[in-house]
């Protein structure tokens, strides 16, 4: 069966930056430790699917309110208490970080220079 693309949308190729796997190592080792193997094995699973789909839903998810553009290129997925942040580009969509919701605007502002 062929995936169906979602009228008026183009796919776009999803990039991770460093700084993303250097927040997600973070979180999950606070999984594994807090929460077992088996609750940060799935939460990593969850975290995978989550950002896949964004090839072609990328305006699914809300602008993120600490980074309002005119454009809504900075954007979150929430998962749990957690916060994936990325930016739509042109032909891409950036995955910036992982990070927990308690986290200053300071920080995420910060977030804004990061390369992929």
Do not use: C, D, W
């Amino acid at each position: 069966m062929a995936e169906r693309k979602p009228q008026g949308r183009k796919i776009k190729r999803v990039v991770f930056a460093e700084h993303f796997y250097f927040t997600l190592v973070k979180v999950l080792t606070y999984g594994l430790t807090e929460f077992g193997s088996f609750v940060a094995y799935n939460f990593n699973i969850e975290i995978e699917r989550k950002t896949q789909m964004l090839s072609s839903l990328y305006l699914t998810f809300p602008e993120n309110k600490f980074l309002p553009t005119k454009t809504k290129r900075y954007r979150n997925i929430i998962l749990g208490k957690y916060m994936i942040l990325y930016r739509i580009k042109p032909t891409t969509v950036e995955v910036l970080a992982i990070y927990h919701s308690s986290i200053k605007p300071s920080r995420i502002k910060k977030l804004r220079s990061v390369k992929p």
